[in-house]
């Protein structure tokens, strides 16, 4: 019963304190509020519309940097479940921090031969 009764006033309280951020009606609720949810333009600028990023607008080696990035952490959700199957079929018992180490290790190999292959390609 005292649980049901905490629940209830934990939703009442957050309701009050929620509620004016989500009400529906044209009055203005509190300045901040609403200065947070309009969207703020630039000094000097021309339009809102989407305009596409040029090829030129970041280096190179960021480009690669991103994409590294992405393949290695990307890697490492698929490499670590395979690394405890490869494990549990070699019947090595593995700790979990050296699970993670060779996942780890395996994405970054990967995203080596991806880097690698990039460079060929452009050559």
């Known amino acids: 019963m005292k649980r049901t009764v905490a629940i209830v006033v934990l939703v009442c309280i957050s309701s009050f304190i929620c509620a004016p951020a989500f009400s529906l ?8 509020l609403e200065a947070s949810f309009r969207p703020s333009l630039r000094s000097g600028a021309a339009s809102t519309s989407y305009e596409p990023y040029s090829d030129d607008e970041f280096p190179r080696w ?16 698929i490499t670590l479940p395979v690394t405890y199957l490869v ?4 019947d090595a018992d593995l700790t979990f921090l050296q699970a993670v180490g060779i996942a780890c290790s395996v994405s970054a190999v990967i995203t080596l031969v991806d880097y690698i292959l990039g460079v060929l390609d452009e050559d």
């Open 87 to 90: 494990s549990n079929l070699l």
């Open 62 to 77: 960021a480009l690669d940097l991103r994409r590294a990035e992405c393949i290695f952490f990307g890697g490492i959700p």
């Open 25 to 32: 009606g044209n009055q203005v609720v509190s300045p901040t």
